[in-house]
């Protein structure tokens, strides 16, 4: 594998976008997600995007695909939801490392399909590792503000089976992401540590938080330069900022973000803001425009999308980025 840091320096690298919004187009029904494997589960499993990669991995794998030939340098398992946390709603958790390891599969096969198309493009796979749906720092009872329903170790151990089953699958780099909660990211970074000292070897590791509105803060009250600190010593490869706001009211923290870094920063903003039906409207033309900016001012190392993102999307930013340097990541006193 060549040096990802190294092409960091050289040329901003371009991630994928959005996978759930992919999977939407392919209007799937209760039978494709179920496959045969699971016709008679006890529970309805529509909208669980991880199982996918069980029961339809092909659309898994095309969809990656697509963005490889987008232009995207790094595509993100399909593991958003794909720990044992989150993956109790549909009553799935014991399936938490065979999804893991088969998603990091299937986005290897596609790596290396492009990587061998053209060996001057190494393309990388991402271990997407979600927020989960449980909080760590917040009580979901306004009544009980010191009640959690969860624990630091219970969130931790998921996290690590999770990053287990990815490093088995050939991932190259774990992407920590839509960080809304600090302390669930600290409890992926602890994961991450114990996991890469267990097995003798480590990998990068990138970091996404979200900004929630227009306070400028995450949904556990830090600013960006605070989030920043609580999570410099991961030594991440990179730093940075998705979903949430779309790219026009994302920029004054991603500026926050380049000036105190020490490390690459990415960005993969939303394509826009939703509408009232929960969808975006923002064109891969008018997305790339906004993104343009932070090339400009030379903010940014890795730049992708979010929700509501597609190749067409993709395909625009990078496209775009060719004629921009990546930013040149500080030494701070």
């Known amino acids: 594998m060549q040096d990802i840091k190294k092409l960091l320096t050289q040329r901003i ?13 392919h209007k799937l029904e209760e039978a494709d997600y179920r496959g045969e494997r699971f016709k008679d589960f ?7 995007n991880d199982l996918l990669c069980l029961t339809r991995p092909d659309i898994i794998e095309e969809i990656h695909r697509e963005y490889f030939e987008a232009g995207a340098d790094i595509v993100e398992t399909n593991t958003f939801n794909a720990q044992v946390v989150s993956l109790e709603d549909y ?18 096969r596609a790596a290396e399909a492009y990587t061998l198309k053209t060996p001057g493009k190494p393309r990388f796979v991402a271990g997407a590792i979600g927020p989960m749906n449980r909080t760590l720092s917040l009580s979901p009872d306004v009544n009980r503000p010191e009640h959690r329903t969860v624990t630091f170790d219970l969130v931790k151990n998921a996290y690590v089976e999770q990053v287990k089953a990815l490093m ?12 809304f909660d600090t302390l669930n990211a600290k409890a992926a ?25 227009a ?7 830090q600013t960006i330069e605070a989030f920043y600190i609580s999570i410099k010593h991961a030594n991440p490869l990179s730093v940075g900022l998705n979903c949430a706001l779309g790219a026009k009211d994302m920029r004054p923290y991603l500026e926050a973000l ?9 960005c993969y903003p939303n394509a826009g803001l939703p509408n009232e039906f929960g969808e975006y409207d923002e064109s891969p033309e008018a997305m790339a425009k906004q993104v343009e900016e ?18 067409q999307h993709i395909a625009a930013i990078a496209d775009m980025s060719k004629k921009y340097q990546p930013r040149p990541v500080p030494v701070l006193a």
Do not use: W
């Open 215 to 221: 306070s400028g803060r995450t949904l556990s009250g």
């Open 42 to 48: 006890h529970k309805d499993v529509k909208g669980n």
């Open 13 to 25: 690298l371009i991630l994928d976008g959005a996978m759930g919004t992919m999977i939407q187009k």
């Open 168 to 179: 088995e699958g050939g991932v190259d780099m774990l992407l920590i992401e839509t960080i």
């Open 189 to 213: 970074i602890f994961a991450c540590m114990e996991t890469f000292e267990e097995l003798g070897h480590e990998l990068p590791i990138m970091i996404s938080g979200t900004i929630t509105d």
């Open 258 to 266: 380049s000036d105190n870094a020490e490390c690459f920063v990415s």
């Open 91 to 108: 009553d799935m958790q014991n399936l938490a490392y065979e999804i893991n390891v088969e998603a990091a599969k299937i986005a290897r």
């Open 294 to 311: 932070f090339c400009k001012a030379g903010f940014v190392n890795v730049l992708g999308g979010c929700c509501g993102t597609t190749p």
